[in-house]
């Protein structure tokens, strides 16, 4: 079994947003990246399906953007994917022009499987796995917490409102990873070791020009100062109070 | 004449919020284009859709795309079907739900039509026929500003963020039958389990009770359930990422970063720390209350209302004067 992952290098969940002087992009000192976090459980996924499977398959990265995003990728490479491509090229805003790099890459490609995280922690489409399996002909199925392989099927659980599916999916398929019980492993030293012999190709992206156009970035303004209505059980009632008469919340 | 269709989602029939948001949206875009709004429902065969009733949110036109193939959403047979009418139509602008069924179905339409999408917008605006939306970005950290430059402009709304506006407009109904075949798609929903009896989710309910770590045990969510059901219909319980990795509660319930993003009415918080990930799901909901031991909690700095106290003390009495104030009514 094939696997590809596609994942992107983001800001980290912790880093502090900060519009600079243009208005149109963000202060990038002092910000820490890593891989987004449902790219990581797509990850995870690919190495659990090897591990648990052990045949001859191996599990590629691929990722879309500047050179800093090799780091990305070996840390894929240090949680144990094989091999690791990284498209050099400016990551558009429009989700489509991604997707298009992306399956021009994929194009003809023999893997089985196609991971992609169900949204990128920076520009949160939720729409580049749908559109790369949507302009490649592949099947797709998005918000998959989990899946087995039987034989050349795909089986998935996916997270719908109130409830779960049971999807079935024809191999070779695109599934859309979301949140599931696998944490996604930490590199070990052994791991970013070995990373470094990995194979990382680099070649330039094909990008279209973006046909979504950025005015600006703002931040949210902030919340108006909140109120500490009291202490213990007793801050109850003048908070239910507030609720019903000044917030008309309940 | 510009078209705007908002595609409608039901369940077994029945429309929800975010089926009047996003003929509502439509409405009003297509006002602002001089235009008609239509709307479209996918159904299965001898579902009975009010698809009429659209017409109470501004919709002139409603197509109804009947069969059994439509039934549940499966995604081979919704994007030909929608595909066909979008190319058929000549829209300027197609309104989805951002909804688990909107985010799924969108893109791959976007690819099919080569056209972008703008996904989960918070805003959205047509002046001088060029449509501009607002998103969040970086996980509500920051708002991305940003035109359409392509026709249909494809968007999908954030469910709870837009309002439901009554306008009459004709809401005249057709029904089409596609062609499918059933046995060319390569994707099937072989089951389907409801974890909710009956309870709304925690992405379309319009008030949430949410608890962390500080509830000590799986078993102390009685409690939660407690004020849950006095506050209404409309309530369901979320969950922050320590109490889900410990297996206490399922994802589904989980709010934030790598759970969901939610903009309720009220956000009750109850031993949630406040996280920047947990901030992340929750901090566009209209009231967020919070109740922490820890005056210094990172809660209470998006928190409206706080109380700083023991939440099993807490709890306890607020479900009560919940449950008062509200037989009342
Ligand atoms: C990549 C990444 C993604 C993440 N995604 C998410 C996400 O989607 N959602 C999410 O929630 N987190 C997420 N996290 C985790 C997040 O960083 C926090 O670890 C988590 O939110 C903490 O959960 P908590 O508030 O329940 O627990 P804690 O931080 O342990 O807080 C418990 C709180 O309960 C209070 N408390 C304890 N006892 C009582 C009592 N008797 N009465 C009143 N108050 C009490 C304490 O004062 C404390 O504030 C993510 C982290 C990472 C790195
Ligand atoms: N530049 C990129 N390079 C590689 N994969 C990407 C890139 N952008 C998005 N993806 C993949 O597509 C998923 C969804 O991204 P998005 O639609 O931008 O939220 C991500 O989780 C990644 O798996």
């Given at each position: 079994?094939n696997?590809?992952?596609?994942?992107?290098?983001v800001?980290?969940?912790e880093?502090?947003?900060?519009?600079?002087?243009s208005?149109s992009?963000?202060e990038?000192?002092?910000?820490?990246?890593d891989?987004?976090?449902?790219?990581?459980?797509a990850?995870e996924?690919?190495i659990?399906?090897k591990?648990?499977?052990?045949?001859?398959?191996?599990?590629s990265?691929?990722?879309?953007?500047?050179?800093s995003s090799?780091?990305?990728l070996?840390?894929a490479l240090?949680?144990?994917?094989d091999r690791?491509?990284?498209?050099n090229?400016?990551?558009?805003?429009?989700?489509?022009?991604?997707?298009k790099?992306l399956?021009a890459?994929?194009?003809?490609?023999?893997?089985?499987?196609f991971?992609?995280?169900i949204?990128?922690?920076?520009?949160?489409q939720?729409?580049?796995g749908?559109?790369v399996?949507?302009l490649?002909?592949?099947?797709?199925v998005s918000?998959?917490s989990?899946?087995?392989?039987?034989?050349r099927?795909?089986?998935c659980?996916?997270?719908?409102e109130?409830?779960?599916?049971i999807?079935?999916?024809?191999?070779?398929a695109v599934?859309?990873?979301?949140k599931?019980?696998?944490e996604p492993?930490?590199?070990a030293?052994?791991?970013?070791?070995?990373?470094?012999?990995?194979?990382?190709?680099?070649?330039p992206a094909?990008?279209?020009?973006s046909?979504v156009?950025?005015?600006?970035?703002?931040?949210?303004?902030?919340?108006?100062?909140?109120?500490?209505?009291?202490?213990?059980?007793?801050?109850v009632?003048?908070?239910?109070r507030?609720?019903r008469?000044?917030?008309?919340?309940? | 004449?510009?078209?705007?269709?908002?595609v409608?989602?039901?369940?077994?029939?029945?429309?929800?919020?975010a089926?009047?948001?996003?003929?509502?949206?439509?409405a009003r875009?297509?006002?602002?284009l001089g235009?008609?709004?239509?709307?479209?429902?996918?159904?299965?065969?001898?579902?009975p859709?009010e698809?009429?009733?659209?017409g109470?949110?501004?919709?002139?036109k409603?197509?109804?795309?009947?069969?059994d193939?439509?039934a549940?959403y499966?995604?081979?047979?919704?994007?030909?079907?929608l595909e066909?009418l979008?190319?058929a139509?000549?829209?300027?602008v197609?309104?989805f739900?951002?909804?688990?069924?909107g985010?799924?179905l969108?893109p791959?339409i976007a690819?099919?039509?080569?056209v972008?999408?703008?996904?989960?917008?918070?805003?959205?605006?047509?002046?001088?026929?060029?449509?501009?939306?607002?998103?969040?970005?970086?996980?509500g950290?920051?708002?991305?500003?940003l035109?359409i430059?392509?026709?249909?402009?494809l968007?999908s709304?954030?469910?709870n963020?837009?309002?439901?506006?009554e306008?009459?407009?004709?809401?005249?109904?057709?029904?089409?039958?596609?062609?499918?075949?059933?046995?060319?798609?390569?994707?099937?929903v072989?089951?389907?389990e409801?974890s909710?009896?009956g309870?709304v989710d925690?992405?379309e309910?319009?008030?949430?009770?949410?608890?962390?770590?500080?509830m000590?045990?799986?078993?102390?969510?009685?409690?939660?359930?407690?004020?849950?059901?006095?506050?209404?219909?409309?309530?369901?319980?979320?969950?922050?990422r320590?109490?889900?990795d410990?297996?206490?509660?399922?994802?589904g319930?989980?709010?934030?970063q790598?759970?969901k993003?939610?903009?309720?009415?009220?956000?009750?918080?109850?031993?949630?720390?406040?996280?920047?990930?947990?901030l992340a799901?929750?901090?566009?909901a209209?009231?967020?209350?919070?109740i922490n031991?820890?005056?210094?909690a990172p809660?209470?700095?998006?928190?409206?209302?706080?109380?700083?106290?023991?939440?099993?003390?807490?709890?306890?009495?607020l479900?009560d004067?919940?449950?008062?104030?509200?037989?009342k009514?």
């Amino acid at each position: 079994m094939n696997v590809i992952v596609c994942i992107k290098r983001v800001p980290d969940t912790e880093a502090r947003i900060r519009i600079d002087g243009s208005g149109s992009s963000i202060e990038t000192s002092g910000i820490k990246y890593d891989m987004s976090p449902y790219d990581a459980f797509a990850v995870e996924a690919a190495i659990r399906l090897k591990e648990g499977l052990q045949d001859e398959g191996d599990v590629s990265v691929l990722t879309l953007g500047d050179s800093s995003s090799s780091e990305t990728l070996r840390k894929a490479l240090a949680m144990g994917a094989d091999r690791a491509v990284l498209l050099n090229g400016e990551v558009s805003l429009d989700g489509l022009a991604t997707a298009k790099g992306l399956a021009a890459e994929l194009e003809g490609s023999e893997a089985d499987l196609f991971l992609f995280g169900i949204k990128a922690a920076d520009d949160d489409q939720q729409q580049v796995g749908q559109m790369v399996a949507a302009l490649s002909g592949r099947p797709c199925v998005s918000g998959v917490s989990s899946f087995e392989i039987d034989g050349r099927t795909a089986r998935c659980k996916r997270e719908v409102e109130g409830g779960s599916e049971i999807v079935e999916v024809d191999l070779p398929a695109v599934l859309c990873i979301t949140k599931g019980s696998n944490e996604p492993r930490l590199p070990a030293l052994k791991g970013i070791m070995a990373a470094k012999k990995k194979p990382l190709e680099e070649r330039p992206a094909q990008v279209s020009a973006s046909r979504v156009r950025l005015i600006g970035l703002s931040t949210p303004p902030p919340r108006a100062e909140g109120l500490i209505v009291g202490e213990g059980p007793d801050a109850v009632p003048e908070l239910v109070r507030i609720l019903r008469e000044d917030a008309h919340a309940i | 004449m510009a078209k705007v269709l908002a595609v409608a989602e039901h369940r077994d029939g029945q429309f929800g919020a975010a089926a009047r948001e996003v003929v509502s949206v439509a409405a009003r875009l297509a006002r602002d284009l001089g235009g008609t709004a239509q709307g479209v429902v996918l159904a299965g065969t001898g579902v009975p859709v009010e698809a009429s009733s659209l017409g109470a949110f501004g919709a002139d036109k409603i197509v109804v795309i009947e069969h059994d193939a439509l039934a549940d959403y499966n995604p081979e047979a919704w994007v030909s079907t929608l595909e066909d009418l979008i190319l058929a139509g000549e829209y300027g602008v197609v309104v989805f739900s951002a909804t688990t069924l909107g985010k799924d179905l969108a893109p791959r339409i976007a690819a099919h039509l080569d056209v972008p999408l703008a996904s989960d917008v918070t805003e959205v605006a047509i002046s001088d026929g060029v449509v501009s939306v607002t998103r969040p970005v970086f996980s509500g950290k920051a708002f991305a500003h940003l035109e359409i430059d392509a026709s249909p402009a494809l968007i999908s709304i954030r469910p709870n963020v837009f309002p439901s506006v009554e306008w009459a407009a004709e809401g005249e109904v057709t029904t089409v039958t596609p062609d499918l075949n059933v046995s060319d798609f390569r994707v099937r929903v072989v089951e389907r389990e409801s974890s909710s009896d009956g309870v709304v989710d925690v992405s379309e309910a319009s008030v949430i009770v949410s608890g962390g770590r500080g509830m000590k045990d799986p078993e102390n969510w009685s409690l939660l359930e407690s004020l849950r059901e006095a506050l209404g219909a409309d309530a369901a319980l979320g969950a922050s990422r320590a109490v889900v990795d410990a297996g206490w509660r399922p994802h589904g319930e989980q709010v934030g970063q790598t759970g969901k993003t939610v903009a309720p009415a009220l956000y009750i918080a109850v031993g949630i720390s406040g996280a920047v990930q947990h901030l992340a799901g929750m901090r566009t909901a209209k009231t967020i209350v919070a109740i922490n031991r820890d005056a210094d909690a990172p809660i209470f700095g998006v928190a409206d209302y706080g109380i700083v106290g023991d939440l099993f003390e807490v709890l306890p009495r607020l479900t009560d004067e919940i449950a008062d104030l509200r037989a009342k009514d």
